[in-house]
């Protein structure tokens, strides 16, 4: 019985290093993943807003009533307040992790 206490600790002993360097492999990937998505995330939620505010006021740049002007006055009014928030959500980001 006390042979087969010491042959499993042995084991345990001998093969934990594989698993504290896995481990640490994965964490490595996991910063590398984050830090893309990081530098990624405010380009990609710029365009998506921008897309989102020219579908909203896409009526004010064609059609019968069609006034370029408030159109494009309205896209950059949303533009803007949507680039404030991503650049707070940027910030905080940057702060929290």
Do not use: C, W
Not at 21 to 50: K, M
Not at 66 to 90: E, H, M, N, P
């Amino acid at each position: 019985m006390k042979k087969t206490h010491y042959l499993t600790i042995l084991l345990l002993i001998v093969s934990s290093p594989p698993i504290f360097a896995q481990i640490g492999g994965i964490e490595d990937s996991v910063n590398d993943v984050s830090d893309t998505i990081r530098t990624i995330f405010p380009i990609i939620l710029g365009g998506v807003i921008f897309l989102v505010g020219f579908l909203f006021n896409a009526g004010h740049f064609f059609g019968e009533n069609a006034d370029l002007k408030k159109g494009i006055t309205r896209v950059l009014v949303f533009v803007l307040i949507a680039g404030a928030v991503v650049g707070i959500f940027t910030y905080l980001i940057g702060i929290v992790v």
